[in-house]
């Protein structure tokens, strides 16, 4: 049983920065992908970003390009997601997601279908 416990969210006013995490746990395994959705109210949710275990290659939405990064630390299966320049716009729940596929080529997964385990969320409020 796979578990994945977000910690970081919480309330900041336009402008400013929060630094989420998620530290994957329970069975062996070394995830291929680990990333980070969101879901706004009454919206559907939607993908922010998700980090390759082999070479560490980042991916994002454009949306958060240049004002997000995502890191991890394979040997602490967590991921993290430092969000600087925060705007009214990025208040959502944010969900960490794991996907333990590895695929050949260069696909990075970004719809829900492809993660395979996913937190239970964590709010982020941005005030303007």
């Known amino acids: 049983q796979v578990q994945l416990v977000e910690s970081g969210g919480g309330l900041v006013q336009a402008g400013g920065s929060l630094r989420l995490s998620c530290a994957a746990s329970g069975s062996t395994f070394s995830p291929s992908f680990m990333g980070w959705f969101r879901q706004a109210p009454g919206k559907e949710r939607e993908f922010v970003a998700t980090s390759r275990r082999n070479g560490g290659k980042a991916y994002y939405a454009d949306f958060v390009k240049g004002r997000f990064t995502i890191s991890r630390d394979n040997a602490k299966n967590t991921v993290y997601l430092q969000m600087n320049s925060l705007k009214p716009e990025d208040t959502a729940v944010y969900y960490c997601?794991?996907?333990?596929?590895?695929?050949?080529?260069?696909?990075?997964?970004?719809?829900?279908?492809?993660?395979?385990?996913w937190g239970q969320g964590t709010q982020v409020t941005v005030s303007s």
């Open positions: 997601a794991v996907d333990v596929t590895y695929y050949s080529g260069s696909y990075s997964p970004s719809q829900r279908y492809d993660y395979d385990y």
